[in-house]
């Protein structure tokens, strides 16, 4: 049955969030973006104590094999909701959290039930030999320029058009009715230890790239301060690869919301990197949500 320290199925996640709706009523709100490709529905939970607050977005499981993200996120919702720490009381009297904690329910069923390092959506509509879309590859802005595949058969296709793939879309039709609000977008992820921001392809930097890295330093130090864990910072292309069509590269460059990130979790020192023993969720959780503690902070400090 549901625990946070262990991978739970989707079910059990929903199970969990309508649990939380249904305990804190007055600051808690489950809401539907859309369907995915095989008609799942794709659920978040808005917390808040005032609509009017500056407001901040978390996408999570959107790669089907990150598991240790979605954990995350149902732990963080837990805190946030049942902390007594006064930061984290603080997190939720003066911010409006989104958090979707399975964008890609389709992948993750996949993963946990067949194929454990599946990443991409389960849609057929690219080629009826290969499933899926690469859903951090399939976002319309700057659409497949550069570090995403035209070839179907590939972990990272980007997909047959910007958007084929309902779960992005969906996203990105719930995001377009609140983003006024948003001030930090966070894109979890594994497993290489780091926090990104755009661009993820081969343009000039971004034009806030000062407040980025700082807004990422604090946000590292924070981490690393909790557990020990090292974690690297900076633009995606100078830390990792080129990659577009991600989220973030869209969620800042058409709804400028200026400080979007990714958090690429903990990985695995054995075998695979994204099979996260379960023992390392809530140390993970803990220090993601110091280092969201920080990122707020320094992120306060600019305006
Ligand atoms: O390649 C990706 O989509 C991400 N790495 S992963 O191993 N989780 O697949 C990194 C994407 C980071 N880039 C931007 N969001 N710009
Ligand atoms: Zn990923």
Redesign the pocket.
């Known amino acids: 049955s549901f625990a946070f320290d262990r991978y739970n199925t989707y079910e059990q996640i929903l199970e969990f969030m309508d649990q939380i709706q249904s305990e804190f009523p007055e600051n808690s709100q489950i809401f539907t973006i859309g369907n995915t490709f095989e008609g799942r529905p794709i659920k978040g939970i808005r917390i808040t104590k005032n609509i009017q607050n500056p407001a901040i977005f978390i996408e999570s499981n959107i790669?089907a094999r990150?598991w240790i993200t979605s954990a995350t996120s149902v732990w963080l919702i837990d805190q946030f909701l049942r902390s007594s720490n006064e930061t984290v009381r603080s997190f939720v009297d003066g911010i409006t959290w989104y958090i979707i904690p399975v964008l890609n329910a389709d992948g993750y069923e996949y993963s946990y039930n067949v194929d454990r390092l599946w990443?991409k959506t389960r849609s057929t509509l690219g080629s009826i030999l290969c499933y899926g879309a690469?859903p951090?590859?399939n976002f319309g802005f700057n659409w497949m320029n550069g570090?995403a595949s035209a070839v179907p058969c590939t972990d990272?296709y980007g997909g047959f058009s910007a958007f084929s793939e309902p779960e992005t879309k969906a996203l990105i039709d719930f995001y377009a009715t609140i983003y006024e609000k948003v001030k930090i977008f966070l894109?979890f992820?594994?497993?290489?230890q780091a926090l990104?921001?755009?661009?993820?392809d081969l343009r000039p930097k971004a034009p806030n790239t000062d407040d980025l890295f700082a807004v990422a330093e604090a946000a590292i130090n924070a981490l690393t301060a909790r557990h020990g864990t090292d974690y690297v910072y900076g633009n995606?292309v100078d830390i990792?690869?080129v990659?577009s069509g991600?989220?973030?590269?869209h969620i800042y460059g058409v709804f400028n919301t200026t400080l979007a990130y990714?958090y690429?979790m903990r990985h695995a020192n054995t075998g695979s990197r994204f099979v996260l023993p379960p023992e390392q969720i809530i140390p993970n959780a803990e220090e993601i949500l110091e280092s969201i503690m920080g990122m707020v902070a320094k992120a306060t400090e600019l305006n």
């Open positions: 790669h990150e990443r690469d951090n590859r570090g990272t894109s992820h594994s497993a290489t990104l921001y755009p661009w993820g995606t990792l690869y990659a991600t989220t973030p590269d990714t690429e």
